[in-house]
Nanobody, 127 residues
Framework: QVQLVESGGGSVQAGESLRLSCAASGDTNSAYYMAWFRQAPGKEREGVASINQGGGGTTYADSVKGRFTVSRDNDKNTLYLQMNSLKPEDTGMYYC????????????????????WGQGTQVTVSS
């Protein structure tokens, strides 16, 4: 079992930045592949960014490419999401996810692939 706890959300103005963190505990060897998802009110949960165990393989949703950066520190068992140039459409609950399997390309952005989920952290961007 892997426990995931997100932090770093908040309310910002458009154009500002936020950095989300996700701390993993428990059987962290099962957090081989990790990702960030988000869900806006009334919408489905969507994949934002994913990263492999080594950190060298990342995938981004087209809507955040060039603005968001996903990274991980395996020594600290922590996943990060640096979000720059935030837009009102980035508003939503952001969730951290992990799985023991490796995924290729955009399959890492599919929510059905992930076994473990955090409780989420709210991001609100006002115009």
């Amino acid at each position: 079992q892997v426990q995931l706890v997100e932090s770093g959300g908040g309310s910002v103005q458009a154009g500002e930045s936020l950095r989300l963190s996700c701390a993993a505990s428990g059987d962290t060897n099962s957090a081989y592949y990790m990702a960030w998802f988000r869900q806006a009110p009334g919408k489905e949960r969507e994949g934002v960014a994913s990263i492999n165990q080594g950190g060298g393989g990342t995938t981004y949703a087209d809507s955040v490419k060039g603005r968001f950066t996903v990274s991980r520190d395996n020594d600290k068992n922590t996943l990060y999401l640096q979000m720059n140039s935030l837009k009102p459409e980035d508003t939503g609950m952001y969730y951290c996810a992990a799985d023991s399997r490796a995924f290729l390309g955009r399959s890492g952005l599919m929510r059905t692939r992930y076994m473990y989920w955090g409780q989420g952290t709210q991001v609100t961007v006002s115009s």
